[in-house]
């Protein structure tokens, strides 16, 4: 049984991020849960999707310390769910920081030095800097796609299948864009 | 071939496979794609109704036509839909008629986590709970056998995690149900003192027979496995397998109503300990200890919130797991009106005024959150006019410090009554549409305002200005305000609110997320001219953000040139396309 959590800011596009994971795992002969949460807490706010695989899954959800992998497309998120994380599991850290409102508005300050810290506490990060890549690849909104390059390294699936959940999964008119930031994604932490 | 599927858009196709003809619904957290799914198949008529009561009644009469009908809503849409649905429990079906309602443990989304397993049971109807997408389908067809077989509407309850977790779904073909005869029959179908009385006895008669099928139904089950007996359904089977595996053995409930007695007597008689593992209210526990059974539940767990299993784990086993600890605090990041979004400059105003704000239901309600923190009270769809209405009777003095806002679906949906309320007895109130021509929250459905069908086909347009002045708010008092229009706000929300009479003013503008909005380029600041008054921080746009030298610097990755920053910056700092 694996677990995964892509964790993000709404409108970042882990949704779809999950549907090529889903795509992707069941086309192993795998059972597979993907659960999200839709509605208010999109707009901008902390989201979170569980991704589960194995022979038999059950919970659509992942509980604290279950995670074998986690996705984070922002820092911050990256530390408000850290705690989710197996101690043997594996982060990947889109390094990107997004002020959220209460900093904005200077009721918070966002923290110093995060991925130094998950690091000191036993987390093993893999970093990318994937807004850069994703306006390489043609559009800003391809980080998704650029962290599921990266994360196509750790994880024991051939590349072709990946492609397939790919093409299966991003619409055709902007497959080619989203093929390109898949590769940059896979080569940026070689 | 098994496919991946959200548990909604199993739903979806359980109705198709079931041979539905019908269905209506209005748009809720988390129900919403079932209908929209639906909406893809050809073979069945699809609509969103103005609110779930006028949804289930028109599934009613599609019924009673003789078709298979449906209606999916969340939660507190049954409540809506609720006197409809006590006395469709009387009548019965012709063509099947099932009716989702999805509840949402945990409020992801939603004013309140009320469960709906009690309506099940004051209307003395049928309730299945699936626990998986595989289950939403088949569950979903067997309702329509199970209504016609009993002459009974049949509610389908779903959870937030049931209804937005994709599994693997097998489909198959479509049963064409067909359409049965009408007859006309009017002991049966209209429900006057003589008529309901017989058929209250035969309901009564019914929930006897639906109790004696629900000992060996194909809905509810034994797992046998370890020593601990567990009474679960829906989500909490899934927890419970996740937390207790082979540990336990299980009474899963897919028919949560009616509650199978000597099925879940043998089941309890064969453990020394037995747990009702139940989100929400204590039903089954209730049912289980009203027929002397001694199961542990509520003591356990709590009725608010959802379940995991986590919290299984932790509870029954003693067992917790530790991830990755840190010493730094991540601040919260709730959810925030969008850039761009057209209710954020109407709240700047309404906070700027120190008015006081009757709330409603939709993205708009975002606007209590700092920095506009611009709400006062929000209760359930079209509260924020009617209780205006009460408000300003009771403080006559505040009708001029004072405004409700609404969109234009919630307003469709329940506030042309509340403002009717106002202009019959002589309120004064002042209500503001927020118009963003969308249902907006439940990400984009069409309402009667918009003119397109859920097909994306044109419709009647209701035309809120006719409207309003149908029900009687003098023309003069309805205005139409550019909702980034600051001063034009502040100007018309001046003059309406100084008039001893009902005012509308409607505050027009596409929701920013739409994509027939164009939007303009990307504004910049001018680090010359910007004092860092922090002026601009106070619409709480997340694109305005303070760089490194306390200056504002504009995101041009999420700004869209609404222009509401600029308008409030004195320095004249902010404005120009950013590739100018």
């Avoid at chain 1, 508005?105 to 987390?123: M, V, W």
């Avoid at chain 2, 829906?234 to 540990?247: F, N």
């Avoid at chain 2, 003119?451 to 139409?480: F, H, M, Y």
Wanted: net charge negative.
């Amino acid at each position: 049984m694996h677990s995964m959590m892509l964790v993000g800011v709404g409108g970042q596009g882990t949704l779809l991020a999950s549907r090529v994971l889903g795509h992707l795992l069941l086309n192993q002969g795998l059972d597979v849960k993907v659960s999200e949460v839709h509605g208010m807490s999109q707009r901008g706010g902390s989201v979170v999707t569980y991704v589960r695989w194995g022979k038999q899954v059950a919970s659509p959800t992942v509980s604290k310390g279950g995670a074998d992998y986690i996705v984070s497309f922002e820092q911050l998120e990256a530390l408000r769910w850290a705690p989710w994380l197996k101690k043997t599991g594996v982060m990947v850290v889109n390094t990107q920081k997004i002020a959220p409102m209460p900093v904005i508005t200077g009721a918070a300050a966002y923290p110093e030095g995060i991925l130094e810290d998950l690091q000191a506490n036993g987390a093993r990060l893999v970093t990318c800097d994937a807004l850069p890549l994703a306006l390489e690849a043609g559009n800003p909104k391809c980080v998704n796609v650029v962290l599921l390059g990266v994360l196509s390294t750790l994880m024991d699936v051939d590349e072709t299948c990946w492609l397939d959940a790919l093409r299966a999964c991003v619409p055709a008119k902007v497959l080619d864009m989203n093929l390109k930031a898949f590769e940059l994604g896979r080569n940026a932490c070689r | 071939m098994k496919q991946l599927m959200l548990g909604n858009a199993a739903v979806a196709r359980g109705t198709w496979e079931a041979g539905v003809r019908f269905a209506s619904s209005y748009p809720g957290t988390p129900s919403t794609e079932i209908t929209e799914c639906i909406s893809r198949f050809d073979d069945i008529y699809s609509e969103w109704a103005p609110n779930e009561k006028v949804a289930v009644e028109a599934a009613i009469g599609a019924s009673l036509a003789g078709a298979r009908a449906f209606s999916a809503m969340k939660h507190v849409g049954l409540n809506v839909a609720a006197d409809p649905l006590f006395t469709v429990s009387y009548i019965g079906v012709n063509g099947g008629l099932v009716i989702a309602v999805a509840d949402d443990p945990g409020m992801h989304s939603s004013q309140n986590e009320q469960d709906s397993r009690h309506y099940a049971q004051a209307a003395k109807l049928p309730m299945l709970e699936p626990a998986d997408s595989g289950e939403c389908l088949a569950f979903t067809k067997a309702a329509y056998e199970l209504s016609e077989r009993f002459d009974t509407p049949v509610l389908l309850r779903l959870t937030t995690r049931i209804s937005h977790s994709q599994s693997a779904v097998e489909e198959s073909d479509r049963f064409e149900a067909g359409v049965k005869d009408y007859v006309k029959d009017p002991a049966k179908n209209v429900m006057i003192p003589a008529h309901a009385r017989p058929r209250h006895v035969l309901v009564e008669k019914r929930m006897a027979e639906l109790a004696a099928y629900a000992e060996d139904c194909p809905f509810n089950r034994v797992e046998m496995g370890g020593k601990i007996g567990v009474i679960c359904a829906g989500d909490t089977y899934q927890y419970a397998k996740e937390a207790l595996g082979d540990g336990a053995s299980y009474l899963k409930l897919g028919l949560v109503n009616p509650l199978p007695v000597n099925l879940i007597k043998d089941f309890c008689a064969r453990f020394e300990k037995v747990y009702v593992l139940e989100e929400m209210d204590p039903v089954i526990e209730t049912f289980c200890r009203a027929n002397g059974l001694n199961v542990e539940g509520k003591a356990l767990f709590s009725l608010c919130g959802e379940y995991s299993p986590e919290l299984i784990a932790s509870v029954l086993l003693g067992e917790t797991a530790e991830g990755i600890t840190s010493s730094l605090q991540a601040p919260g990041r709730p959810p925030v009106l969008c850039p761009g979004c057209p209710h954020r400059g109407v709240y700047f105003v309404l906070k700027k005024l120190k008015l006081t704000v009757s709330g409603d239901i939709g993205c708009y309600t975002l606007g209590v959150a700092a920095p506009l923190s611009a709400l006062d009270t929000t209760v359930c769809m079209g509260a924020s006019v009617s209780a205006l209405h009460g408000f300003n009777k009771v403080r006559p003095e505040s009708a001029q410090k004072s405004v409700a806002v609404i969109g234009d679906s919630t307003f469709m949906h329940s506030g042309i009554t509340g403002l009717t309320d106002i202009v019959y007895n002589n309120g004064h109130s002042t209500v503001i549409i927020l118009d963003n021509s969308i249902t907006g929250m439940t990400g984009h459905q069409q309402n009667p305002t918009t003119g397109l069908t859920i097909k994306n086909q044109p419709a009647g347009k209701v035309d809120l200005i006719k409207l309003c002045e149908g029900i009687g708010v003098p023309s003069e008092n309805i205005r139409v305000v550019h909702s980034y229009d600051l001063k034009g706000m502040e100007a018309a929300l001046k003059e309406e609110l100084a008039k001893e009479a009902p005012s509308v003013i409607i505050a027009q503008m596409p929701c920013a997320l739409l994509k027939t909005v164009k939007h303009a380029p990307a504004l910049r600041t001018d680090p010359d001219k910007c004092t860092g008054c922090k002026a601009c921080f106070r619409i709480g746009c997340p694109a305005v953000t303070l760089n490194q030298n306390g200056k504002c610097e504009i995101d041009a990755s999420l700004c869209v040139g609404c222009g509401l920053c600029s308008q409030i910056c004195k320095f004249g700092a902010i404005g120009g396309a950013h590739n100018a």
